[in-house]
């Protein structure tokens, strides 16, 4: 032991240089003798039962009596005091999803008194679900499992002011299907417009 010391002593290496050139010769041997080796750490999660669903929301407005797709209600001329009129509408689900729909008026040209002398009454079952002024009109309802509902529509002018002769009213029916929020324009929801024009005769 003496003589290697003295050998390796005689080579300028001092005892501490000696242990750490002995741990790495050791290291290296080791290395040298070990198979592949991976040492990046990670972790995984795995979320079972996922389940996406694509659907539509969807409707379309059509005739009571031929099924016909109706885009004109109302054309109807020459009314006078007391003169009413009716129109068959039926609102039909043609997409997946369920929803509620509103109904109102919006008046587009035309005289204003006029428009506003005008009556409506929505009926559905023989049920009055809405009756008043025309531009009043603002129904919230909802489609039924059968996917259709029929509306029995009936306008009328009840009032005989002479400033109401020969007039007109130009008028939509918006109907707007949605899921949670009738006024968001976000989300799932659909808009279909029905046209009338209605003018008022001479008495």
């Given amino acids: 032991m003496k003589n290697n010391n003295h050998i390796i002593n005689r080579c300028g290496l001092s005892t501490r240089s000696q242990v750490v050139f002995s741990i790495l010769l050791i290291l290296g041997l080791f290395l040298l003798n070990t198979g592949h080796t991976d040492a990046d750490i990670f972790a995984e999660r795995t979320v079972r039962n ?13 005739h009571s009596a031929n099924n016909n797709q109706l885009n004109l209600l109302f054309n109807t001329q020459g009314y006078l005091p007391d003169g009413f009129d009716l129109r068959g509408l039926r609102i039909k689900k043609e997409g997946k999803m369920d929803f509620r729909y509103r109904i109102k008026t919006i008046i587009k040209n035309g005289d204003l008194d006029f428009c506003n002398s005008l009556s409506l009454q929505l009926i559905q079952n023989w049920q009055a679900k809405y009756q008043g002024r025309l531009v009043d009109l603002n129904l919230d309802t909802t489609i039924p499992a059968s996917g259709l509902e029929n ?20 008028f939509d029916f918006i109907f707007k299907a949605y899921r949670t929020n009738p006024d968001a324009k976000t989300g799932f929801w659909a808009e279909k417009v029905v046209n009338n024009n209605v003018s008022s005769g001479t008495w």
Wanted: net charge positive; hydrophobic share 35%; glycine share 0%.
């Fill in 50 to 62: 996922n389940i996406f669903t694509a659907t539509t929301l969807d409707f379309s407005q059509r």
């Fill in 151 to 170: 509306w029995i529509i009936y306008l009328n002018l009840d009032k005989s002011d002479t400033k109401l002769k020969n007039k007109t009213c130009e």
